[in-house]
């Protein structure tokens, strides 16, 4: 099959397939060559024709603003006014005259030798393109086609993949400005309707992946035949569209190609054998998708879960945070297969699992303690930012890796000079939330976090000055430097008057160090602001098991009070006073004023929620530390009950409990 020379336009298509002009099955030969007198009109508003598939008015083409080079590039290329669709006339290369079937046949199996020696060639060549520049050289000295279009969209994208983000900038805008990326373009729009289902699936995530601005006529049209050819969309394809429209902003077009991959999926999830494939899908289907095809997943997943590879159990908790539906029978079993194989797995992937966790509020201590005890053991092979990107999310997970934070602590003190202002808010806000501090080399740890931020005080912004000082101070140290900045007058009032949003956080961590100071600062002068009055706490629950307990150990409800109120706005779920030398308690009636009596010693009963604690463990996370740092300062013996555990109790192991805790000499 040959086109006339005088016919021929830039998407001329050599081979004309059955489905285009409506026809099933195989035609033969005499059918072919009749077929191809008739020249082939493909209209330039057929886009916007009658018929949809979800709704009329799914073409509304999206407005939003875009990279103004790209863009103009693009409705420069791209509008109605561009290109007219023109006439396709696909003629014999030779005059049909005395022509038999059996000669149009041999003819024909002649030309499709020929043009499988093109296609060869052009993929031969295409291999050796290093730049999306090459690619479209490339496409220039060949006639337009289906498959020459996807494959040079789909290596094109392969190619900027690559590359650097600055590269990949300056590529996309050679490619842009190339004469013949709108001819390419233009064509791909065109031949859409009639590209085979792989062919646009990928096509489609090319254009997109390439940065070509959404609201174009292109991608927009793209997203539309997507619509009308979906059911025709095999597992593959359907991935493949998935994964394009999980970077996609929203717009009618998308929103109805969204949903009807959502019903999509549901009707054919029982015939889905491919993992990746339904993970991909799933990843699309959002957080948005109605509870039964969540369930649907989950069930096909559960069926196929001794099938489950290593790359299927990471990709596993991306696609269920996608559609933040929390399985804990596939969690737990994906948990499984990454701790049996915890050193195959690299950087990024062990990241993204535990980004997944926190996003799914998911938590194992099995799995935590797996990746911290690896990522310690090879702590030579991570660098400085991974490291810290670790620790960040272990304290977004309330995790406490010790054996990490403490190798990582030595690297600091010998190399404070290796982090960036980035990297010491950082490990500042993870060491103080998660209440660590390597073991004998406290200070030195502190001292050398302290050296390394006064590099970067004079162009600190105020807020992040405050953060700094404020987690040195929930860590109990006062940095200097720091603070003598952080008290002048200007950056005070600058703090109080930009809070904006974050004025409350910003007032709680001032008064937090008002304080610090006040308790701890010794010779440091306090900060001359004038914060509001903190707002009364919310009615304090009763806690009425605990009440109970000590009730029955101490025989007298007079014996203890709850919800004390102390000094620095702290309070106490329940106060006992005790005579420090009979070792016994003291009715509140008999001690006015405790504090001026040395033998009467006060006993703070704190009652802690779980989140106050790091995740599989006892240890007070940040805020809780330096509450009963401070309250120990104050004169008090401080008992902290993890309350949730203790509710769990008996009662005769909680009055056992807190007679240990209360009467520890006995």
Not at 106 to 129: N, P
Not at 238 to 257: H, P, Y
Not at 358 to 364: A, V
Request: negative net charge; charged residues 20%; hydrophobic residues 40%.
């Amino acid at each position: 099959m040959q086109a006339c020379p005088s016919a021929v336009s830039p998407c001329s298509r050599t081979v004309v397939r059955t489905y285009v002009l409506g026809t099933n099955g195989h035609k033969s030969a005499v059918q072919s060559l009749s077929l191809k007198r008739w020249p082939l009109y493909i209209s330039p508003c057929w886009p916007q024709s009658s018929a949809r598939f979800f709704s009329q008015d799914a073409f509304i083409v999206n407005t939003e603003s875009t990279n103004t080079n790209e863009q103009k590039a693009a409705d420069g290329l791209l509008n109605d006014q561009t290109q007219s669709a023109r006439p396709v006339a696909v003629e014999l290369a030779e005059p049909l005259s005395g022509s038999t079937v059996t000669t149009a046949t041999d003819g024909s199996a002649g030309e499709e030798t020929d043009e499988r020696s093109v296609y060869q060639r052009y993929f031969d060549e295409l291999r050796k393109c290093t730049s999306p520049c090459d690619v479209l050289d490339l496409v220039s000295r060949y006639p337009s086609s289906q498959k020459y279009i996807s494959n040079s969209l789909a290596a094109m994208w392969m190619l900027t993949k690559r590359l650097a983000e600055d590269q990949r900038r300056y590529e996309r805008q050679l490619m842009f400005e190339h004469p013949q990326f709108g001819p390419l373009c233009q064509c791909a729009m065109e031949e859409a309707k009639y590209m085979w289902r792989d062919d646009l699936a990928y096509s489609l995530h090319a254009v997109v992946k390439l940065g070509v601005p959404q609201n174009t006529r292109l991608v927009q049209t793209m997203l539309r035949i997507c619509q009308e050819r979906l059911n025709e969309f095999d597992d593959r394809s359907l991935s493949v569209v998935a994964s394009t429209l999980q970077g996609m902003d929203k717009c009618k077009n998308v929103e109805a190609l969204h949903a009807g991959l959502q019903l999509l999926v549901e009707q054919r999830i029982s015939r889905i054998s491919n993992m990746f494939m339904l993970q991909t899908m799933m990843k699309c289907i959002g957080a948005d998708s109605p509870f039964s095809l969540k369930a649907k997943v989950e069930n096909k997943i559960l069926s196929q879960i001794n099938q489950l590879s290593l790359p299927n159990a990471q990709h596993m908790f991306i696609a269920l945070a996608e559609m933040n539906y929390r399985s804990l029978p596939i969690l737990n079993a994906c948990s499984d297969k990454i701790i049996e194989n915890i050193e195959g797995i690299p950087f990024w992937r062990l990241l993204t699992v535990l980004r997944s966790c926190n996003d799914l509020q998911y938590r194992n201590t099995a799995l935590f303690s797996a990746v911290a005890n690896y990522v310690a053991s090879a702590f030579y092979m991570w660098d400085t930012k991974q490291v810290v990107l670790f620790l960040s999310a272990f304290e977004n997970l309330s995790f406490r890796p010790a054996a990490l934070m403490d190798a990582f602590a030595e690297k600091v003190i010998s190399q404070p000079d290796s982090l960036t202002l980035k990297d010491i808010l950082a490990v500042l806000r993870a060491y103080s939330l998660l209440n660590h501090l390597p073991g004998g080399q406290d200070q030195q740890f502190l001292q050398a976090l302290n050296e390394a931020l006064m590099n970067y005080l004079p162009r600190l912004p105020n807020v992040d000055l405050l953060r700094a000082v404020y987690s040195f101070c929930i860590l109990g140290y006062l940095p200097q430097p720091a603070l003598d900045q952080l008290l002048q007058d200007e950056v005070l009032h600058k703090l109080m008057a930009e809070g904006g949003q974050n004025f409350e956080q910003i007032e709680m961590m001032l008064r937090a160090v008002n304080i610090c100071l006040a308790l701890e600062g010794r010779s440091v002068p306090k900060p001359e602001v004038a914060l509001s009055e903190e707002k009364e706490s919310s009615p304090v629950s009763h806690f009425p098991e605990m009440q109970e307990v000590l009730f029955t150990l101490l025989g007298d409800a007079g014996l203890f009070r709850p919800n004390v109120k102390l000094s620095y706005g702290y309070n106490l779920d329940f106060e006992i006073l005790m005579d420090a030398d009979q070792r016994k308690v003291v009715p509140s009636s008999e001690a006015d004023q405790p504090g001026d009596d040395s033998r009467i010693q006060r006993v703070a009963v704190l009652c802690a929620p779980a989140s106050a604690f790091c995740f599989g463990s006892r240890h007070p996370r940040g805020r809780l530390a330096m509450k009963m740092r401070h309250l120990r300062l104050l004169g008090c013996r401080v008992v902290l009950v993890h309350y949730p555990e203790f509710q769990k109790l008996k009662k005769e192991e909680a009055v056992q409990f807190l007679k240990e805790e209360i009467f520890p000499s006995e």
